[in-house]
């Protein structure tokens, strides 16, 4: 099948939209591999959480605007997507910190499902340094730059504590990487040709709390009420 949208590439497309294109592409490579040809905006949104309006403008900025009556061709919006997310080819990736959290990342299987290629790991313990974490040497942090320019490495991620995360995150942008992906509790800065993505589960966990415990107080107000 030849998938062309050539118009579509060249239309920008709003952050919003795209930070829910991964959802659609996860439920779309499931309903591909149950065999599903044609999905209808509402079957997308039931699955991502989405309303079905939004579901149809965003898959707008991709050039498929559906059949009435059939819906979107899933194998279509899987090829439109992951090109627009850059998943077409192989990306390499390098995760600095090799504690807990850098291991786990390091052996997590489902980079490699989608496109992305952990190539390096880098720590500052000399007791780290040079032992294997799923079939790689860990490498200093003195070698990042190195290790990111000679590796075609553009994905640089932080799991250091937060008070070597800065100066990580200037050598993976000396050493040339287009992305950060930081899970230090800290602030970076980057330059702007540079995308920085953070991700702070204590926040996260915070603002749950926050949720549970206000939902928590309203179904025991309830209680009180209808005593």
Request: proline letters at 4%; charged letters at 20%.
């Amino acid at each position: 099948m030849t998938l062309e949208y050539p118009d579509a590439l060249q239309r920008r497309i709003p952050e919003a939209t795209v930070s829910r294109l991964p959802l659609y592409l996860r439920s779309l490579l499931d309903f591909s591999e149950r065999e599903v040809s044609t999905v209808s905006s509402e079957k997308l949104a039931a699955a991502t959480g989405v309303n079905a309006a939004k579901v149809r403008k965003d898959l707008s900025y991709l050039g498929s605007y559906g059949t009435r009556g059939v819906g979107y061709d899933v194998e279509f919006l899987v090829h439109a997507i992951s090109q627009r997310l850059g998943l077409t080819r192989d990306r390499k990736a390098g995760i600095a910190g090799v504690g807990n959290l850098g291991r786990a990342l390091v052996n997590y299987r489902g980079f490699g499902e989608r496109g992305f290629r952990i190539a390096a790991c880098f720590d500052s313990d000399p007791l780290k340094i040079g032992t294997a974490v799923n079939d790689m040497t860990v490498s200093s942090i003195d070698e990042i730059e190195a290790s990111v320019c000679a590796g075609g490495i553009t994905i640089g991620i932080i799991a250091t504590p937060a008070a070597a995360a800065q100066d990580v995150a200037d050598r993976f942008v000396a050493g040339g990487v287009l992305g950060i992906l930081n899970f230090a509790p800290a602030v970076l800065t980057v330059p702007p040709e540079v995308t920085l993505r953070k991700v702070d589960l204590s926040i996260e966990l915070q603002i749950l709390a926050f949720y549970v415990g206000r939902d928590s107080g309203l179904i025991q107000a309830a209680i009180e009420a209808a005593k």
